[in-house]
Nanobody, 123 residues
Framework: VQLQASGGGSVQPGGSLRLSCDASGRTFRAVDMGWFRQAPGKEREIVAIMPWRGDRPYLANSVKGRFTISRDSAKDTVYLQMNMLKPEDTAVYYC?????????????????WGQGTLVTVSS
């Protein structure tokens, strides 16, 4: 799967951004998708996961109530709507796909990664 992330930028605290991840290369419907982020000096972490089987999406505790993950299978696109952004949300955001049956919540199991898009939240 080839992934192209977009939508990052600079925003003030309390603002919103929507990230998009366009997928190509294989059947998108059978692929688990996720958004991850990596802040300077920190490890990459899970932000949100959209399982392909129709299970409920997963959101990290730090973004619950503020972020929403969704997918449009007709467009082969996954979105991350980010509202009420905080300075601590500043990071490079990556979308990734997992085409195997391994653990959904282990970053190492995601085998295709987009190039990352920078989100900066600052006043």
């Amino acid at each position: 799967v080839q992934l192209q992330a977009s939508g990052g930028g600079s925003v003030q605290p309390g603002g919103s951004l929507r990230l998009s991840c366009d997928a190509s290369g294989r059947t998108f419907r059978a692929v688990d998708m996720g958004w991850f982020r990596q802040a300077p000096g920190k490890e990459r972490e899970i932000v949100a996961i959209m399982p392909w089987r129709g299970d409920r999406p997963y959101l990290a505790n730090s973004v619950k109530g503020r972020f929403t993950i969704s997918r449009d299978s007709a467009k082969d696109t996954v979105y991350l709507q980010m509202n009420m952004l905080k300075p601590e949300d500043t990071a490079v955001y990556y979308c990734a796909a997992k085409t195997n049956s391994a653990d959904l919540y282990n970053i190492r199991n995601y085998d295709s990664w987009g190039q990352g898009t920078l989100v900066t939240v600052s006043s």
